[in-house]
Every structure is written in structure tokens, then in C-alpha cells.
């Protein structure tokens, strides 16, 4: 695996998006974009502890480059009914085809087969892929820190709240959270993943939790296997959790989500 794969998969969207323009405009896929207003609630549905008092953003994902097929062929639409029926709150799908073997196709699909909010998770680097999301039918979009300057991240940001979606600012680092923490960011999603080597250490989201102001609500995300990392997390006041592959690779993942949300109880 190359050394820094975050920089080559921030390059290959840049041609991805360059060709997209080919097709349709910028100018159109914004007009389209602005005309939506069937958006779900994303951040109310994390903004407190639900009845468990864990929430659950369960990730539709069927691969990535550190661990390659994690189930590729999974059902996009199927999972998503799956994800509902177990409890979670809101529904993750990974759009990157090349990496992740995603696609917006997956989101449609899976905001068809529930009722929950649906986050693009995404590389964003373009306002074009902000209204790619909303067209597509999101709720929310990831915004990840790392990859794009602090008035970049505040220029998608507010454009992603003009049109009526939610966001969830990703960090990993203690950087990260400084910038965070001087935008109007509502919710910051912690990997605990560094998105350069793909080691994870899921003791970042406890430590940068406390760094976060105290309007901003933490999501933590990556390494969340079970039970007991949900319950280290509630000890530092983080009961959001974006969970992929331990669900994704569970044999019953209604009853595995099941599971993780008793854990608050």
C-alpha cells in the first residue's frame, strides 16, 4: 500500500470531478440542488443521546484499501432496511468507487429503502460534490479537516448548510480540532484512523473529544468493534459511534446494532 494514500485518493477525486463536469455543469447540478427541501434531520438525530443513550451511524461499505473486499456484493437498499430494523440512527454510505467500491447510486438507494437520515460519506474537495450530494438525495455530508484549508472547509461547509444538509466535520488530530473548534461546525466526527497509513488507535476520539468546544457534539469513528469500545467511549462523554465494518462483516447485523445501542443502557 503506498505511504500516504489519503493524498492519492484526494488526487483521484480531482479527476473524477473534472470529468463529471464534462457531463453536467457545475451551474446545472446547482440549480437541481437548490430545489430540494425533503432533507432528514441528520444532527437533530445525534444531537442527544437516544433512548439507549448511544446513537449509531451504521456505514454501508464494502471495501477499503486497508482491508480490501470487506463484502462486495453487498445490497445497498437491503442493508440500509437492515441498518433501520436494528435501531441505528442514521445511515453512513461510502460514495468512492475506486477505493470503496461505493457510489451515489448506493446513497439513492439506500435513502429509498429507510426512513433515517443518510450521510454521503465522501472525499469532498469541491463545492461540485456538495451539490452532487443533495441532487443525489443526502441528508449530511463528511467534511474531513485534513484534506482541505480552514476557509476551503468553511466555504463547503456553509454551502452544504444553504442547501438544507447537515455535516459532520471529521478530525484526527489535536490541529484539526483547533480549526474545528473556530468554525460553526455542530458535529465533529473523530477518526480514530489516520487516513495517511490507515493504523488505527481508537483512544483519539476519547482524547480530542475533550478538546471540542462544548456546543460541538463528537462522533466517534473507525475501530469501533463492540460492546466495551462503546462503553470507553461513554466514559468521555461521546455517545455518537459511525460503525462500517464490524456490522458489515456481522452475521446478523440487526442484532449487532441491537447490541451496541444496549450498550448505554
Known sequence: MPTDILAIIVKQKE????????????????????KRTDFRPFYESLRKPGASGVNIIAEVK???????????????SKTADQYEQGGASAVSVLTDA??????????????TACNLPVMRK????????VYEAAVAGADAILLIARILTRDKLVQLYTLCRKLGMDALVEIHTPEDARIVAD????????????LSTFDTDIEIAMDLASRLTPDQVPVAASGITGVEDIRKNLKAGIFNFLVGESIVRSEDPVRFIQTLTAAGK
Open 98 to 111: 475506486n477505493f470503496f467500491k461505493g457510489s451515489l447510486n448506493d446513497l439513492t438507494s439506500a435513502r
Open 62 to 76: 464494502r471495501a477499503s484499501p486497508s482491508k480490501g473486499d470487506i463484502c462486495a456484493d453487498l445490497d445497498a
Open 15 to 34: 479527476q473524477e470531478i473534472s470529468k463529471a463536469r464534462a457531463i453536467i455543469s457545475e451551474k446545472r447540478l446547482a440549480e437541481i440542488a437548490e
Open 122 to 129: 465522501e472525499f469532498i474537495v469541491s463545492r461540485y460534490q
Open 183 to 194: 468554525t460553526d461546525a455542530q458535529l465533529v466526527g473523530i477518526n480514530n484512523r489516520n
